[in-house]
C-alpha cells in the first residue's frame, strides 16, 4: 500500500500522497481536478504516480511546504485523504464501461458505491480500520491485479463477478475463485458472514487473506 500524507526523505524534501480513487482525477466529490491543477501552477513541486493509483506531490523544499499543505487542505484534498477508509484507500479498479472495449461488467465506475454498502458491514464487525485489498476488473485480463488481491472481482457479465479470496496484502500469493458470477446481493450477503467469521476467530495480527488462505474458503 501507499503511505498516504507527508513524508520526509534524506534529503530534507517532503512529499504528500495523495488519495485518488480508482485513478480518476475528476472533481466530483471533491475538486481533485482543479486543486491539483492550483498546485501545478505553484511550480514547486513534482508529480509522481503511484502503482496503487495514487498521486505523489514531490521534492517540496521546507520553504514550501506550507503554502502546499494550504492549497491541499483549501480544496478539501487532505480531508478526502485522510477522512477515506482503508479498504477504500486499498481498492483498486480497472476503466472498464465505458473506456475499455473488452469490458464485460462495470468496475471503475461501480467500485465506489460498492465500497460503500461494504464499510458498513466492516464496522458492524469492527474491522473498519484492518487494511484489506479489494480489487475490481470488467474482464479476465486482470488490469487492476484482481487475481493477487485479498478480494478480487472478475466480470463475467453486465452486474456478475466472479468472486476469488486468499490472495496476500503484498500481492505475493495469487487468490481462488470462490463463487462464480455473482451479483451485489450475494456479494455483500457472503462478505458480511465471511467478516464475521474473520473477526471472530483470526490468529494475533492475522490478515484476511492469510485467514481466507488458511480456512479453505477459496479452495472448496
Not at 115 to 129: D, R
Request: net charge negative; aromatic share 10%; hydrophobic share 35%.
Amino acid at each position: 500500500g501507499d503511505q498516504y500524507g507527508w513524508k520526509q526523505d534524506t534529503d530534507g524534501l517532503w512529499h504528500y500522497t495523495l488519495f485518488v480513487e480508482n485513478g480518476r482525477v475528476v472533481d466530483e466529490k471533491v475538486s481533485l481536478k482543479t486543486g491539483l491543477l492550483e498546485i501545478a501552477y505553484t511550480k514547486k513541486v513534482a508529480f509522481r504516480f503511484t502503482s496503487s493509483q495514487n498521486v505523489i506531490l514531490s521534492d517540496v523544499k521546507e520553504e514550501d511546504k506550507e503554502e502546499v499543505n494550504a492549497l491541499l487542505e483549501k480544496f478539501g484534498l487532505l480531508e478526502h485523504t485522510n477522512g477515506a477508509s482503508a479498504i477504500r484507500k486499498n481498492a483498486m479498479a480497472c476503466v472498464a464501461f465505458n473506456t475499455c472495449p473488452l469490458a464485460l461488467a462495470e468496475a471503475q465506475r461501480y467500485m465506489p458505491s460498492l465500497i460503500t454498502k461494504i464499510e458498513p458491514l466492516l464496522n458492524k464487525h469492527g474491522l473498519i480500520n484492518e487494511e484489506i485489498t479489494i480489487r475490481m476488473t470488467g474482464c479476465p485480463n486482470g488490469c487492476a491485479r484482481s487475481a493477487n488481491s485479498e478480494i478480487g472481482f472478475i466480470g463475467t457479465a453486465y452486474g456478475k463477478y466472479n468472486m476469488h479470496l486468499g490472495g496476500d496484502y503484498l500481492g505475493l500469493r495469487l487468490n481462488s475463485l470462490y463463487k462464480e458470477s455473482v451479483g451485489e446481493e450475494t456479494i455483500l450477503e457472503d462478505l458480511d458472514l465471511l467478516f464475521g467469521i474473520f473477526a471472530k476467530e483470526r490468529a494475533n495480527g492475522e490478515s484476511f487473506g492469510d485467514f481466507a488462505y488458511r480456512k479453505e474458503w477459496s479452495r472448496q
